[in-house]
């Protein structure tokens, strides 16, 4: 167990909704980041906060977004959903940026 | 093109034997290199990191060596057991926050 939680474990939805992950990070984390993880693909960094503050943006489409709370846990927003969102969503959280990530149990998403 | 290449794609060993993991990176400026290890549908679990003054690092049978010269990186499973076949993943920091992931390196220990 990494301590860190996300929730729902599993999502079902169909095309065109919008969906909202949720995730809380080890205790004393200030850092959160969201990665999407598809069958042929290996991990794909979607962006970093620390502390509240975006840090790092990556390869998150427009149609996504994420915020971190003031205690910390962060949401990822999907919304508009395609086929190809479908995939494995995994949160991590370090103490600084340049710390080991510990990653959460993931949030499996299939979008029908 | 990525900037963090790990062969072999896929491997299969038998158990109790050895294999080495490459990971070769295009990444600058450097910052670090980490391997996790990730079991099938769950979450990545580091294994090690090394900055750029550490040539080896390791963790009970898994040993990460890095030549910041040449960009190479490798993790070698000593006496494998089954419960080592999983996806290992190199991924590189740069100073800016950035990191870059290695597709993984899928390993499978058979009896």
């Known amino acids: 167990d990494s301590g860190v939680t996300q929730t729902p474990k599993h999502l079902i939805t169909a095309t065109g909704q919008r969906v909202t992950l949720r995730c809380s990070p080890r205790?004393?984390?200030?850092?959160v980041y969201w990665y999407q993880q598809s069958l042929d693909q290996g991990l794909q960094f979607l962006i970093q906060y620390y502390n509240g503050e975006e840090r790092a943006k990556g390869n998150i489409l427009e149609r996504f977004s994420a915020q971190q709370f003031p205690d910390l846990h962060s949401e990822l927003n999907l919304s508009s959903l395609e086929l190809g969102d479908s995939a494995l969503y995994f949160c991590?959280?370090?103490?600084?940026?340049?710390?080991?990530?510990?990653f959460g149990p993931g949030t499996r998403l299939l979008v029908l | 093109k990525n900037q963090v290449e790990q062969s072999p794609q896929s491997l299969i060993i038998l158990e109790g034997k050895n294999c080495t993991l490459q990971?070769?990176?295009?990444?600058?400026?450097?910052?670090?290199l980490r391997w996790y290890k990730q079991d099938t549908g769950r979450g990545p679990v580091s294994l090690t990191i090394m900055t750029f003054s550490e040539n080896t690092k390791s963790n009970g049978r898994y040993t990460a060596t890095l030549d910041a010269d040449t960009k190479q990186s490798s993790l070698h499973i000593t006496a494998s057991q089954l419960s080592d076949s999983a996806s290992y993943i190199c991924?590189?920091?740069?100073?800016?926050?950035?990191?870059?992931f290695g597709k993984g390196n899928q390993v499978v220990v058979i009896p």
């Open positions: 991590a959280s370090s103490t600084r940026t340049q710390e080991t990530q510990y």
């Open positions: 205790s004393g984390d200030l850092s």
């Open positions: 990971c070769n990176y295009t990444v600058s400026p450097f910052s670090n």
């Open positions: 991924v590189v920091s740069s100073g800016n926050n950035r990191l870059a």
